[in-house]
């Protein structure tokens, strides 16, 4: 819980004021961008996206792991610590970031259970919000989950909800799915990337960044002078 809320916090501060902050510091038209391209990857597109999850996705990684009991005693062995810890396939560094780095993008991350031994699953496989599909009873949105499909290299693959645990944010607009602090800071996401995309067209146009100081009325020879020295101070 104290991991989630981290995540939620320094998302909706870094995203919802950063972006903006960054593009008044671009000296970008807001109205007159025209052609608005829509950061699909933000993670790659848009360098404060990436500065913040990575340095979410460090802070985490580097935490020990640590695993108890409801009775707050440590468990150092077994099945469950194998599962999570033990694995050469999926080492904790890569676990930790494939699951911060899902759910602080995406508002959700899905663990799915390969290969069960009973109850007890052999396998886990940390999966992207986004190549998941719920299937309701009734095929209504928010009817009773009977079934997840996940979408591994294009084809469709089928798991029974108790193969599959979904760590999910709050969304009030869908029961089943979580909804991510970049889908809310889209816009101001896609100000940020369009901000980009115009600074570096200009440039490689040829366009010389500068400034144009005015001042109010007619001055004399004497007062410019003055004001370019206090300038140039």
């Known amino acids: 819980m104290t ?3 981290t995540i ?4 909706a501060k870094s995203l919802g004021m950063g972006a903006m902050a960054r593009l008044w510091d671009s000296g970008a038209d807001i109205g007159g961008l025209g052609g608005e391209q829509s950061a699909d990857r933000p993670y790659a597109q848009v360098s404060l996206v990436y500065k913040c999850i990575s340095s979410l996705i460090s802070g985490v990684a ?11 005693r440590i468990v150092e062995s077994g099945p469950v610590w194998d599962l999570l810890f033990a694995r050469p396939d999926l080492p904790w ?3 930790v970031a494939d699951s911060v780095g899902h759910y602080a993008l995406d508002g959700e991350c899905f663990w799915l259970f390969d290969d069960q031994l009973g109850t007890r699953p052999m396998a886990l496989r940390v999966v992207s919000g986004r190549l998941m599909r719920h299937i309701t009873a009734d095929g209504r949105p928010d009817g009773p989950v009977i ?4 979408q591994y290299a294009g084809v469709p693959v089928r ?3 108790d193969q599959v645990h979904q760590w999910r944010n ?9 909804l991510g602090a970049v889908a809310a800071a889209a816009n101001d996401i896609n100000y940020s990337f369009n901000a980009a995309l115009y600074n570096a067209s200009a440039l490689a146009n040829g366009a010389e960044p500068g400034a144009i100081l005015t001042i109010p009325g007619r001055a004399d020879d004497d007062t410019r002078r003055a004001l370019r020295e206090n ?3």
Request: hydrophobic share 35%; aromatic share 20%.
């Open 3 to 5: 991991i989630r809320k």
């Open 8 to 11: 939620q916090s320094w998302l």
């Open 62 to 72: 580097g935490l020990p792991p640590v695993l108890s009991t409801l009775d707050e």
């Open 93 to 95: 560094e890569r676990f």
């Open 147 to 150: 079934a997840w499909e996940y």
């Open 159 to 161: 798991y029974a909800p």
């Open 170 to 178: 709050y969304n009030p607009y869908n029961l089943h799915r979580g």
């Open 231 to 233: 300038f140039d101070a």
